[in-house]
Structures are given as C-alpha cells and as structure tokens.
C-alpha cells in the first residue's frame, strides 16, 4: 500500500520554508526522499533508517518517527531550484522495495 | 560512459503488439526495478531483481515479463500492449547496504494506441 504524502502542492517564494508529510500504514523499515524536474527522473535525496534518525542535505533535511510511521521533509529559506516533485519510497520490510507516494509538487517563485 | 541507461527514449506501439523496453546499467549493482509512473499514482513498481537470475512481482505485474540474464541488464517486455500500459517507465538500480537510494534511468515514455 502507497504512503501518502501532504500537501498535494505548495506555492513558496523564495526564502521561505514548507514541510512535506509522509505517512505509512505500515510499520517501516526505512524512507527515501526524492525530487523529479518536469520530464526527468527522480534523483536521490536523502534516506532515513529507523530509529528516528534525522537527516539534512543542504537547506533540505527530513525526519523519520518510527512510532508514527511518518516523515517529513523540511525545506528551509527555499530556492528557485528547488521546485519539482517530491516523492517519499517507503521500505517495509528490508528487502530495498520502495512504495512511493503520489509526490508534493513543490513550486518557488522569485 | 557509466550509469543506467533506458531505451527507447520514446515509443509508440499499437494495442496487442510486443514490446521491450531495455535497461542497462554499468556499476553492477545487484537491485534493479521497473516502476511506471502515471499521473495522480506516483510510481508503481511492476517487477524487480535482487541479483541475476532471480526476479519477483511487484505491485502492478499483470502483462509484463521481466528477465535477467546478465547482472547488467534489465530489460522488461509488454506481452501484448494495452492502453491501459501507456505511462512512463523508469528502470532503477541499488547497491544494497551502502546508504544511497535508487538511481534511477532517463525514462521511456510508451503510446500504445
């Protein structure tokens, strides 16, 4: 079953931040984070391992609660290049499938 | 060059008619998967491979036939086309265990018509 993301879209100007939610009805064994530009594919984040292990990479980090069986993703002071789809890839079971949401379309203007 | 590389770039094929679509990768990475990506339902993944020879289902297998033979490729055919498989396919490899997600190919856009 597909985790899902909130919001489905979020409009920023530059310098601001927003949050990505991921939310697993399963119990997980990891998360993934990712970013596609129109018409390319998915490029590679970052990846949460439980134990509630948070992350950064550059203006951009995440959190994993495993209890909750979310994450979030933080985009902090925003810039044009990070507009693009945001998808989370859930692992259940350590055997490196990921289940991915339906994606955040994430939208910085000037 | 190195990396995973997906072809056709773009196909169009009619309904009932066999297609393959081929992945290639050059790190020897033991995972490799196929997803389809189609508005509104993110990627789905139809088939993957921990190493070669070894193959299982994904989410959505129904119509399409993955093989291994070598660790490099991938490659998965469409049996007999349907509309409904007109999507998106990307290919992904992992090396397991060593903090780095998929990689993922350029892509290949399938019009079945």
């Keep these: ?110 | 060059d190195a990396g995973i590389t997906q072809s056709p770039r773009y196909k169009i094929t009619e309904t009932g008619r066999q297609v393959t679509l081929m992945c290639h990768q050059t790190w020897s990475h033991s995972y490799m998967f196929w997803y389809r990506q189609d508005l509104g339902h993110g990627l789905r993944l139809i088939y993957y491979s921990a190493a070669a020879d070894i193959t299982d289902k994904g989410e959505v297998p129904d119509g399409y036939v993955v093989s291994r033979s070598k660790t490099e490729n991938f490659p998965l055919t469409l049996e007999s086309a349907t509309r409904s498989q007109t999507s998106v396919y990307f290919c992904a490899s992992l090396a397991p265990g060593t903090g780095d997600g998929y990689t993922f190919g350029s892509g290949t856009r399938l019009t079945v018509v």
């Design chain 1, 1 to 110: 079953q597909q985790p899902v993301q909130s919001p489905q879209a979020v409009i920023l100007r530059e310098g601001e931040d927003a949050v990505i939610n991921c939310s697993s009805s399963k119990a997980l064994y990891s998360v993934h984070w990712y970013r596609q530009k129109h018409g390319e594919a998915p490029v590679f984040l970052m990846i949460l391992l439980k134990g509630g292990e948070q992350k950064g990479h550059d203006k951009i980090s995440a959190s994993f609660n495993e209890k909750k069986q979310q994450s979030s993703l933080y985009l902090t002071a925003s810039q044009l290049s990070y507009s693009g789809t945001y998808f989370c890839g859930t692992e259940s079971l350590n055997d490196y499938k990921l289940s991915f949401g339906a994606g955040t379309t994430v939208t910085v203007r000037a």
